[in-house]
């Protein structure tokens, strides 16, 4: 019985040993320190984020992995729902998420679910925008096992090592999240001003004015300019908002 325990216990160790190398492998390759990866996710009725989320967060801190301040806030263990309003909050240079495997899901059906909940979400993220969100399967990621800790870093080194990263640029997206809560919802200039303040973000509603009037059309205009094929709903929705709309709702 010793034995067996002792035998155990190797194995154990071995496949820390293993992890740990692969833990230094990621940090070898990627500069961990200079990337913020999120972690975001949706079922058919709920958009929420977990500190940390599982076999992914485990790998992330490990690997020294920026987080975003919102993900860092969420008490350690717990999940929160996110709103529409804060979904920013959640941004990263890269966004991980999962799909369920098990369920014959597919990461399709993922998006199909945030942009249920949250239409034109791809939009306001700048991790969608540029394809650098990521789509790792749930079966791994929430599993309690070396194996488990082992797929979810290969997954990692294989989907961040190598490749340029687009780094968010803090709030330059305020200007078309802005128009695009004046153009989507019943809001007045000085609502638009009120939620984003309440968000730590300081405009005038005169100033949403101007980017409403100046910008636009400019949006319309490279929405269409990046649709190839088919285009999504959310950039369908945005270029109909922007497209039509423009200089007509002013209050």
């Given at each position: ?92 240079d890269f ?15 993922v ?7 949250f ?5 306001q ?5 540029e ?36 780094h968010?640029?803090?709030n330059?997206?305020?200007?078309p ?5 004046y153009?989507?919802?019943p ?47 959310c950039?369908?929705k ?14």
């Amino acid at each position: 019985m010793i034995a067996d325990i002792a035998g155990a216990n190797d194995k154990l160790a071995v496949m820390e040993r293993r992890y740990q190398s692969q833990i230094a492998l990621i940090r070898e390759v990627i500069d961990t320190k200079t990337i913020m990866v999120s972690t975001l996710h949706a079922q058919s009725k709920s958009f929420f984020a977990f500190n940390p989320y599982f076999n992914i967060g485990k790998v992330l801190l490990d690997a020294g992995f920026q987080r975003p301040a919102a993900i860092e806030a969420i008490p350690d263990g717990d999940r929160i729902d996110v709103s529409a309003e804060a979904l920013q909050e959640f941004d990263g240079d890269f966004i991980k998420t999962t799909y369920r495997s098990s369920r014959q899901q597919y990461p399709d059906a993922v998006t199909g679910y945030m942009e249920s909940l949250f239409p034109g979400f791809c939009v306001q993220l700048h991790a969608c925008r540029e394809g650098q969100m990521i789509y790792l399967s749930r079966a791994e990621a929430a599993a309690t096992s070396y194996y488990a800790l082992g797929a979810v870093a290969s997954a990692i080194l294989t989907s961040l090592g190598g490749r340029t990263v687009l780094h968010g640029s803090g709030n330059c997206w305020n200007a078309p999240f802005a128009v695009m809560l004046y153009v989507r919802f019943p809001l007045s200039l000085r609502n638009v001003e009120d939620l984003r303040h309440e968000r730590g973000i300081e405009i005038s509603h005169e100033t949403v004015r101007f980017w409403w009037n100046s910008f636009g059309p400019l949006f319309a205009a490279e929405i269409r300019r990046k649709k190839t094929g088919s285009a999504t709903s959310c950039s369908l929705k945005l270029e109909m908002a922007f497209g039509r709309g423009v200089g007509k709702k002013q209050r």
